[in-house]
């Protein structure tokens, strides 16, 4: 089994937030799955569309939601007896994305990977021995 190490002390907060949505299959695979939910979804489209078991996608929607990847139509306070359609927070996700190509890979690296430059293993690519 891969050994887990510690973050480096430098590491910026939303960085982390970033390795846990990102970093995670099942989290991957609930933002994916939303994409393609313009409109948005219930917890039991998800549950369809994944093939994964409620009580698996339950808590990683909870906590998508709870980092801000995730929205819903109805508050958390307020969900009694009611469904919740879930849709993917894009914005959030871009900034995420953002934040961790801009700390793995440095300020320039943005527009290059985000903004189509990289097409794939080239020398050139920021960070590239």
């Given at each position: 089994m891969p050994k887990k190490i510690a973050p480096p002390a430098?590491?910026?907060?939303?960085?982390?937030?970033?390795?846990?949505?990102f970093?995670?299959?099942?989290k991957n695979e609930i933002v994916r799955c939303l994409a393609g939910f313009p409109?948005?979804?219930f917890l039991g489209d998800v549950v369809t569309r994944t093939a994964l078991p409620r009580s698996t996608v339950a808590p990683h929607l909870a906590e998508?939601?709870?980092l801000g990847v995730v929205g819903a139509d109805?508050?958390?306070?307020q969900r009694q007896g009611r469904s919740v359609r879930y849709s993917v927070t894009r914005?959030?996700?871009?900034e995420l994305l953002t934040t961790w190509v801009t700390h793995t890979f440095g300020p320039g690296a943005v527009g290059y990977f985000l903004g189509g430059g990289y097409l794939g293993d080239h020398d050139d690519a920021p960070g590239a021995p």
């Open positions: 430098d590491r910026p907060e939303e960085v982390e937030v970033a390795i846990t949505v970093g995670n299959e099942v409109e948005g979804a998508l939601e709870q109805i508050p958390p306070g914005a959030r996700v871009a």
